[in-house]
């Protein structure tokens, strides 16, 4: 079992910066693939970002290229999410997520094993 912990999220203005957390518990975190999914009132919850457990795959959806950066720290259990120059759009609450290998063609969409519960983050215009 994994028990995965946010933290990092709050109220900023545009075009500021936040730096998501989130710590794993258990003594496999580097097997795993981690990823981060937001969702807003009214929409689904959707992948942001995600990367391997080696650290060399790394995904990052569209919306959020060149703004946003995951990364991970296997020594620290830790996956972060480094989010610059905000938008209102932004506004969500973020989730980490933990997939086992193998993970399968489907990555980064797909099945996740264990969730985080989830931090809010306001971007105000």
């Known amino acids: 079992q994994v028990q995965l912990v946010e933290s990092g999220g709050g109220l900023v203005q545009a075009g500021g910066s936040l730096r998501l957390s989130c710590k794993a518990s258990?003594?496999?975190?580097?097997?795993?693939?981690m990823a981060w999914f937001r969702q807003a009132p009214g929409k689904e919850r959707d992948v942001v970002a995600a990367?391997?457990?080696?650290?060399?795959?790394?995904y990052h959806e569209d919306s959020v290229k060149g703004r946003f950066t995951i990364s991970r720290d296997n020594a620290k259990d830790t996956v972060y999410l480094q989010m610059n120059s905000l938008k209102p759009e932004d506004t969500a609450v973020y989730y980490c997520?933990?997939?086992?290998?193998?993970?399968?063609?489907?990555?980064?969409?797909?099945?996740?094993?264990?969730w985080g519960q989830g931090t809010q983050v306001t971007v105000s215009s």
């Open positions: 990367i391997k457990s080696n650290r060399d795959f790394t």
């Open positions: 258990g003594r496999t975190f580097s097997l795993y693939a």
């Open positions: 997520a933990a997939r086992r290998p193998p993970y399968g063609t489907s990555w980064p969409n797909g099945r996740y094993d264990y």
